[in-house]
């Protein structure tokens, strides 16, 4: 029993070990074969892609996609399709393109890029998903300044007088004469007699509100409360077209009890009668990271595609997401996308609808089953990560060339040249490496078939 359980220990000392015999800091190869997401920019450009001709690809798309950077051009989407089989390296290829956008920040290009690990049922859902990540203060305040604009405007229905004035004055008529002005100044904290200005007033809807219910009885303070929302509501109305979708706006804006609710239905996509309004809603995204994240161009990456295409998903609500999807990408063309799938998935959707396979891949990349070359050089990269030493050449140490042939040379076709099927090998084998050989020794040949005979050949 001790015996079982001494032996269960010494992966206590893995790490060290690692580090006396191989001078690796750790293991660097995830022992489930799948990208990790949470990586460090450190990590991720580290693992560069596997071929030159992936490479080159994805230079050409991204120059593509930001050529016309800065330029408020409202017409610049461009779509890259990552196509591989399950384990092919696509999630590790999404966020190598998202490193080197978060690389490229300066100040002509600032690329503000969402990863997104699942594309949801309802196109919705993908859409919530990309607010979640903006975050609610940004897009509060992003729908303040829509109606701060708005009561600038003039109102055509009221002889041409600025909306602001309409609505202050409607306000002040719910006052009582020894209320002298809109925006009295509180003598607390007053210095100066002068009256608050609009553009002091006018920060927050907390603070307005505030200013306006000052001196106002419960009474009027309800109808003010009241009229607030009509001028709202009727300005989000009216840019988004539906009244529902103003309401949500209306709840944020508030920042009313029932916001937290509200919010939540919109990060989640379960919203109701926002089928193919979504637009309205990516709208919204990409102004928000334009105005205020300084963002000069919006990226979307969607992984997991095949999650949809060929997943959970009933015919019929499959195509109402493409089709959703569709006249997204035709109403709103100021973003570009990079989609995630495997090859079945893209030949539904090709089937499915022709027109939105045709937009979804202006570009595609195949990730291929890797060759020795390619496998040497994404093992190097891994193991670089863990160097004692940093900067040292790139190597194979502790692998041996011949224990990368005999991982290429699997039973099942399947495994043939699966990054995750190598990834998940090198973290086993690193991991007993670190156990049972001796400093100077190496992974060879015969060390791979005693623990992996089963699957190779
Ligand atoms: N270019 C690369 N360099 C280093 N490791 C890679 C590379 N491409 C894929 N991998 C590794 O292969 C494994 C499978 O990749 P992953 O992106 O999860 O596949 P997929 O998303 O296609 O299922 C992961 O452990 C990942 O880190
Ligand atoms: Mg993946």
């Not at 393109?97 to 309802?122: A, C, H, M, R």
């Not at 007699?193 to 303070?221: A, C, F």
């Not at 990408?329 to 998935?345: G, S």
């Not at 060759?371 to 891994?382: F, G, L, R, T």
């Amino acid at each position: 029993m001790d015996s079982i359980l001494d032996k269960i220990k010494t992966v206590e000392d893995v790490e060290g070990s690692l580090r006396k015999k191989f001078s690796l800091t750790l293991n660097p190869f995830p022992k489930s074969g799948i990208a990790n997401i949470s990586d460090t920019d450190a990590v991720v450009g580290e693992l560069v892609p596997t071929s030159n001709e992936i490479t080159e690809k994805i230079i050409r798309y991204m120059q593509d996609a930001l050529s016309n950077s800065g330029q408020g051009s409202e017409n610049k989407y461009l779509s890259l399709i990552i196509r591989g089989d399950y384990g092919m390296g696509k999630t590790q290829t999404l966020m190598f393109i998202k490193y080197l956008f978060g690389q490229l920040s300066n100040e002509k290009f600032k690329p503000y890029v969402v990863y997104i690990d699942n594309p949801g049922v309802k196109l919705s859902e993908l859409i919530g998903n990309i607010l979640s990540q903006i975050g609610i203060e940004n897009f509060r305040r992003y729908l303040w300044d829509i109606f701060r604009q708005y009561l600038e405007q003039e109102d055509k229905e009221n002889d041409n007088r600025l909306r602001k004035d309409i609505f202050l004055e409607s306000i002040n008529n719910l006052k009582t004469t020894n209320t002298p002005t809109l925006f009295p100044i509180d003598e607390a904290e007053s210095t100066t007699d002068i009256p608050l200005t609009w553009d002091q007033v006018s920060i927050s809807y907390k603070y307005l509100l505030d200013r306006m219910l000052n001196g106002l009885h419960s009474p009027e303070q309800k109808v003010a409360i009241q009229i607030f929302k009509n001028y709202l509501v009727k300005c989000f109305a009216e840019r988004y077209e539906i009244s529902s979708i103003a309401e949500y706006f209306y709840d944020i804006v508030t920042d009313n009890t029932s916001v937290t609710k509200t919010w939540d239905q919109l990060i989640t996509g379960n919203i109701k009668n926002i089928d193919k309004r979504e637009v309205y809603l990516l709208k919204a995204i990409v102004d928000i990271t334009k105005q205020y994240l300084g963002a000069t161009d919006f990226i979307i990456l969607a992984d997991e595609f095949e999650e949809i295409a060929i997943g959970r998903l009933k015919d019929a609500d499959l195509d109402n997401y493409l089709r959703n999807l569709r006249s997204l990408i035709d109403k709103e063309k100021n973003w570009c996308a990079v989609f995630a799938m495997n090859l079945d998935a893209h030949r539904k959707i090709e089937k499915m609808s022709p027109p939105l396979a045709s937009r979804m891949g202006d570009r595609i990349i195949d990730l291929k089953p890797l060759d020795k070359q390619s496998c040497i050089a994404m093992i190097q990269h891994y193991l670089a990560i863990a160097r004692v030493e940093a900067n040292t050449p790139l190597s194979l140490y502790p692998f041996e060339e011949s224990a990368i042939v005999s991982l290429l040379n699997t039973k099942e076709q399947k495994l043939q040249g699966s990054p995750r099927f190598i990834i998940q090998s090198c973290y086993l084998l690193l991991q007993r490496a670190a156990e049972e050989l001796n400093k100077g020794q190496t992974i060879d040949q015969a060390f791979v078939m005693k623990y992996l005979s089963e699957k190779l050949k």
